[in-house]
T-cell receptor, first 113, second 115 residues
């Protein structure tokens, strides 16, 4: 199964509300990254949090990481219709010779007016 | 635009034909990764290359798939004798290094349809 599992699989909210997505993983990691994918498009990198960090902010995004629970959450505050997309967490285990990302199945976020 | 470039964006092949997908990394990036995404699923790692070397191909099917990243020119993902199950979106990513904070930047993908 995938290293990362997002929860919920789908989320529908109204513009202005906050959206919270969760990600769980199974093995040790060096970092965890969140990406956004609009329908039929490529991935846009949102934020990277290192394994020794607990929280990180970027604009309306807030990411937390709990390595003891092997989980992370992405909070989007004051959501906008343009935030409608799929959001993926990806765990990285960079060892110098192996640098692949392992993706979860994604959360599909729908923001309505 | 200095981002990752992929071409073609859409590729249609009949069963048994060959598919060649190209990826030009961000200028200055020497690490290239290929991922495959099936409909409604997340991306799955296929292969990681540096210039002229395959570093990790643990996600590549053993047969029909190959990848290269020559000294000059783009990285190529080659699928021989395509089958319908190869229909997917193939994404290329590149990074400057492999450190803990090195981000992978993704291209727009190539959507392969096998008829």
């Amino acid at each position: 199964s995938q290293q990362g599992e997002e929860d919920p699989q789908a989320l529908s909210i109204q513009e202005g509300e906050n959206a919270t997505m969760n990600c769980s993983y199974k093995t040790s990691i060096n970092n965890l990254q969140w990406y956004r994918q609009n329908s039929g498009r490529g991935l846009v990198h949102l934020i990277l949090i290192r394994s020794n960090e607990r929280e990180k902010h970027s604009g309306r995004l807030r990411v937390t990481l709990d390595t003891s629970k092997k989980s992370s959450s992405l909070l989007i505050t004051a959501s906008r219709a343009a935030d409608t997309a799929s959001y993926f967490c990806a765990t990285g285990l960079n060892t110098g010779t192996a640098s692949k990302l392992t993706f979860g199945t994604g959360t599909r976020l729908q923001v309505t007016l | 635009n200095a981002g990752v470039m992929q071409n073609p964006r859409h590729l249609v092949r009949r069963r048994g034909q060959e598919a060649r997908l190209r990826c030009s990394p961000v200028k200055g990036h020497s690490h290239v990764y290929w991922y495959r995404q099936l409909p409604e699923e997340g991306l799955k790692f296929m292969v990681y290359l540096q210039k002229e070397n395959i570093i990790d191909e643990s996600g590549m099917p053993k047969e029909r798939f190959s990848a290269e990243f020559p000294k000059e020119g783009p990285s190529i993902l080659r699928i021989q004798q395509v089958v319908r199950g190869d229909s997917a979106a193939y994404f290329c990513a590149s990074s400057q290094g492999t450190g803990v904070t090195d981000t992978q930047y993704f291209g727009p993908g190539t959507r392969l349809t096998v008829l």
